[in-house]
């Protein structure tokens, strides 16, 4: 990637009918959804390096974990849990506009 590393900071709801095999898309939180039988997956980067990350849960409904997020380049995010409460992970945002963010699967 060239430039400055995307903005990712914001709160991003999946919107799993725009995945590809090898992407998956997310939406403002503000974005107007078709209704689905299916939860949607709900991530926040917060400005101060907060993640939060919203599930759905036995009953579908949402269940959120905090932790903590921090950039390792410029198109990787590093993601870890306090309390091991989850497996540390890595995000690679492949892009990022106003109304959508695209990360690797």
Known sequence: MNGPPPE????????????????????PADHPFRPARR?????????????????????DRPREVRGRWERQGPDRIAVTFPEGRRAPFGITVLSRTDDRLVIAK
């Open 8 to 27: 990712v900071t914001g709160a991003w709801i999946h919107a799993f009918e725009e995945d590809t095999e090898e992407t998956a898309v997310y939406r």
């Open 39 to 59: 939860p949607r997956h709900r991530i926040e980067f917060r400005a101060d390096g907060t993640f939060t990350e919203g599930r759905p849960g036995p009953d």
